[in-house]
C-alpha cells in the first residue's frame, strides 16, 4: 500500500464504482450519532463523508498523499491523515474502524490485524470489504502470463487475496471475534468504454510494472486485451470478475 503513488483524479474519474459499491458495506458498519469511526483506506473520502452525515466523528486515513489531499481539499471539515494500515495509531480507542477496498494491497495482515485491534474499544467492531481468494483471477492471469513471455521474468503476485478460512483465524488471533464473513462473487463494468480494462490495469497494476520496459508493458496491455476480449467485453464496456471478502468481528472484551 505504501508503495503505490494513486492517482487519485483517475481514481475519482474511472473508478468510482469502488466507492459506489462500497455504500453496501456501510450498511453493516451502520454509523451512529456520536461513534468515532476510523475509514482505514478512505482514497479520496467519499465514504468517510457519508460515515460523517450519519452523525459520527470520522476520521479518513489513507497511506497515498495524493489521496489524503484531495480528500481534504473535497471535504475540509472532516479529519484526515497520511498513515500507514500496518502501524496505524489513534490517540483514544474508537467505536469502529471500516475499511473498502484497502486491504488486499497489504500483504502484512498481522501487522494489520494488531493495529486494528489496538484502535478500538472493548467491543468495537471492525468492518471489511476487500478482494478475496480469486479476485480479477483471469486478468491477473492473462496480464502476468504475457507480462513473462514478453520479458522472460515471472511477475510477482503480491495482493493479499484470501479466503474466509484463512482470514478469519488471523483476526481472532488479535482478539478480533468474526460475527459475520462472507466471499463473493461481483461481475462488474468498468469504465471508459474500450479503455476501460486498460484504465483499470494502468490504475491498479502498476507494481507489476515496475521491472519492465514500457513497450513490454503495452505489449503485454494489448495481448491482455485481445485474449479476454470474447469473454469479458459486451455491449460497449469492460467487465471484470471481482470476489469480495467482507468481514464483520467484534473487538472482544475481557471476562
Not at 53 to 62: K, P, S, V, W
Not at 125 to 145: D, H, P, Q, S
Not at 249 to 255: G, H, I, S
Given at each position: ?181 462472507e466471499l463473493f462473487d461481483r461481475p462488474t463494468k468498468l469504465d471508459g468504454g474500450e479503455q476501460g480494462l486498460r484504465n483499470w490495469i494502468e490504475m491498479f497494476c502498476g507494481r507489476m510494472f515496475q521491472q519492465v520496459k514500457d513497450n513490454v508493458k503495452e505489449q503485454a496491455i494489448v495481448r491482455t486485451e485481445q485474449q479476454l476480449r470474447s469473454e469479458f467485453f459486451r455491449e460497449d464496456s469492460w467487465y471484470i470478475n471481482y470476489r469480495r471478502l467482507r468481514v464483520v ?7
Open positions: 500500500m505504501v508503495e503505490n503513488d494513486w492517482n487519485s483524479q483517475l481514481y475519482d474519474q474511472q473508478h468510482a464504482f469502488i466507492f459506489q459499491y462500497g455504500r453496501g458495506v456501510l450498511e453493516l458498519l451502520k454509523p451512529q450519532p456520536g461513534e468515532t469511526i476510523v475509514d482505514l483506506g478512505c482514497g479520496t473520502g467519499h465514504l468517510t463523508k457519508a460515515i460523517a452525515e450519519a452523525g459520527a466523528h470520522a476520521i479518513g486515513l489513507d497511506a497515498s498523499l495524493n489521496m489524503i489531499a484531495q480528500a481534504q481539499a473535497t471535504y475540509p471539515q472532516i479529519e484526515f491523515h497520511q498513515a500507514d494500515a500496518r502501524n496505524f495509531t489513534v490517540a483514544t480507542p474508537v467505536d469502529a474502524v471500516f475499511s473498502n477496498a484497502m486491504l488486499h494491497w497489504v500483504s502484512e495482515a498481522e501487522s494489520v490485524a494488531e493495529s486494528i485491534s489496538k484502535a478500538l474499544k472493548p467491543g468495537g467492531r471492525f468492518v471489511a470489504e476487500f478482494g478475496g481468494k480469486g479476485n480479477c483471477a483471469e486478468t491477473l492471469t492473462t496480464l502476468r502470463t504475457a507480462l513473462r513471455e514478453l520479458s522472460g521474468h515471472e511477475i510477482e503476485n503480491d495482493w493479499y487475496f484470501v479466503s474466509i478460512g484463512e482470514y478469519s483465524p488471523l483476526l481472532e488471533r488479535h482478539g478480533l471475534l468474526v460475527r459475520r464473513a468481528a467484534l473487538k472482544e472484551t475481557l471476562p
